[in-house]
């Protein structure tokens, strides 16, 4: 049976005969920023467990404040623009990387939309513990990759770039035409790589982070499938701090910042850890009932190991 509508009033009722106690600012924050995604986003932290083995509905911890709830919402949407900035320089040294090492072994203008450029079933990367079928797999991959690459080329989209490179050379360079593909598309081609391009991408991620340990051909995909996960979650605005991705839903906060050690170069990776202490400083009086010292043990931040690690 569907929830009935609910004016803000009415939710703010609800809140309060559930053990919440909200101000004169509740109202405007919940009409801004919705019930769903504020309440029902990040309630659990403040839910009383015990007493709700007695009740059907939710009931909160006694003394609980929504602008607790509201603080632990913004806490999060802060940590997605902050992550998504690292995330960010991560995928553009990564796509270069994949790109430079794949025009250097098939300098061809068009070589990127040759089939035969790629990898085949037998020689295309899986990830670790991969028991599906291979060569139908790598049949559908690579269909899908040459669509997207033909109709980026065709300029089905409209981009302006792109068709000036069509009108004046009659071709688009690939290193042209990746400002145009996603992470997304960029982690399909790079599993498509040959090893030979695999590997040469990782040594110049390698010499790009200053890292003295080189990310393998099989880490780098894990580090794509990671990553491109992370992205586009906080591109779309979803919950970050206690999310898991992958396919068994176990890849956390701290496994993601993990793929981003041996990629990004080491005075980032700092900034990256400074700058999330920070905001752990800048809202922990507010969020009461969440530990940022839990927080920040549980996401894995900052990892002052594997960094010290890295520099000896």
Known sequence: MAKEFKTIDELIDLLESRNVITDENTKTQLMRESYYAVVN????????????????????LKGTRFEWIYSLFLFDRDLRSLTFKYIAKAE??????????????????????ATASYASAKEMLFAKGFSGNRAKIHQTNLSRLMSVLNKKVAGSDGKAFISHYVNRYGFVPLWVLANDLT???????????????????????????????????QELLHAFSVLVDFRNLCAHDERLYCAKTGRSHDIAFKDMVEQMVPILPQEDLLD?????????????TV????DPNSMLK???????ETLTTEKE
């Open 272 to 284: 990256f850890f400074n700058e999330l202490s920070q905001l752990f400083d800048k809202y922990k």
């Open 92 to 113: 553009a040294i990564m796509k270069n990387a994949v790109v430079y090492s794949f025009c250097k072994a098939n300098p061809g203008p068009n070589d990127y939309l």
């Open 298 to 304: 549980e996401m894995g931040i900052p990892i002052v």
């Open 183 to 217: 992470f997304g598309h960029i982690a399909h081609f790079y599993q498509l790589q040959r090893r030979s391009v695999q590997n040469n991408a990782c040594k110049t991620i390698a010499s790009i982070s200053g890292s003295n340990r080189r990310i393998t051909a």
């Open 287 to 290: 969020m009461r009932i969440v």
């Open 41 to 60: 986003g990040y309630k659990k932290p403040f839910l009383d467990t015990q007493a709700m083995k007695e009740s059907a509905n939710d009931v909160f």
